[in-house]
């Protein structure tokens, strides 16, 4: 595994970390809002024998510099951009999970010469067209929460909840010390206005190439309803809702999730 440091000729600090033959198909992953790259470490790992893949720090998180206007979701695809350009320097497959569906899509539908194929793992909608209340009901309370908790306590609190019941200790243990790593409350509440100004919808319509959409079964953030509704119109687009699955389908059944990846990236070469 190889840890990546790197600033942009625009001054931006990119950081994540690497695996996989330099020569073969890239795979860049954006996590979601409450963890950090690492935990795509486990993906890194299982599918660095076939494609380079990257694991790219939101910005703010894990020391990688903040957006200067986190309610523009172009601030943050234009960053990914960036990373693309500058680091992976040729087309690529974006996987991103919960919030980072949202900056995928964003730089998907706005530089699709740099992607091969969008994979969306547990998307989330966006929370631009909701109401003030729902906003705050959403994001302003878990803000104010990791704001007076701190960070050590918030996690260790809200980490569980993207996980279906039942799902193993250790793997909830190590998804909350990730989270503790790479979360401050700066870039917690940057990306909670990135959520409150997005609308996936929207930006998928501007994407036109290969498409796959992943949740679980027990995901009530990310519903098969809503995969459907992404889904809709579109003739290049892949659907797996997981069965016993919440919010995190890359960790909870890492090996279906995987194996679907794999299928997948193999048909955008």
């Given amino acids: 595994m190889e840890n990546i440091s790197w600033r942009a000729v625009s001054g931006a600090l990119h950081t994540g970390?690497?695996?996989?033959?330099?020569?073969?198909?890239?795979?860049?992953?954006?996590?979601?809002?409450?963890?950090?790259?690492?935990?795509?470490q486990p993906l890194l790992r299982s599918?660095?024998?076939?494609?380079?893949?990257y694991s790219w720090s939101v910005p703010g998180y894990t020391g990688a510099d903040p957006v200067a206007d986190p309610s523009d979701a172009a601030r943050y695809g234009d960053r990914l951009i960036e990373f693309i350009e500058g680091v992976v320097k040729r087309p690529v497959v974006l996987l991103g999970h919960s919030l980072g569906t949202l900056i995928t899509a964003n730089a998907a539908g706005r530089r699709s010469e740099l992607v091969r194929g969008l994979v969306l793992a547990n998307p989330v909608a966006g929370l631009r067209d909701e109401s003030e209340k729902t906003k705050d009901e959403r994001v302003g309370t878990r803000v104010k929460a990791l704001a007076q908790q701190g960070v050590e306590q918030f996690c260790a609190q809200r980490v569980p909840g993207i996980f279906a019941p039942g799902a193993p200790a250790p793997m909830i243990a190590n998804a909350i010390e990730v989270a503790r790593a790479a979360v401050t409350v700066d870039a917690f509440t940057a990306a909670g206005e990135l959520l409150c100004g997005s609308s996936l919808i929207d930006m998928l319509r501007d994407y036109h190439g290969p498409l796959r959409l992943v949740t679980g079964q027990l995901d009530a953030v990310s519903t098969a309803a809503l995969l459907h509704t992404l889904a809709e119109g579109r003739k290049d687009v892949e659907l797996e809702v997981?069965?016993?699955?919440?919010?995190?389908?890359?960790?909870?059944r890492a090996e279906e999730f995987r194996m679907g990846l794999r299928a997948f990236a193999r048909q955008c070469q």
């Avoid at 599918?47 to 893949?53: K, V």
């Avoid at 997981?242 to 909870?252: R, V, Y």
């Fill in 242 to 252: 997981i069965e016993g699955c919440g919010h995190s389908a890359h960790l909870e």
């Fill in 17 to 40: 970390s690497a695996a996989g033959p330099a020569t073969a198909l890239p795979i860049v992953t954006v996590h979601g809002m409450s963890t950090g790259h690492a935990s795509f």
């Fill in 47 to 53: 599918l660095s024998d076939e494609f380079r893949l």
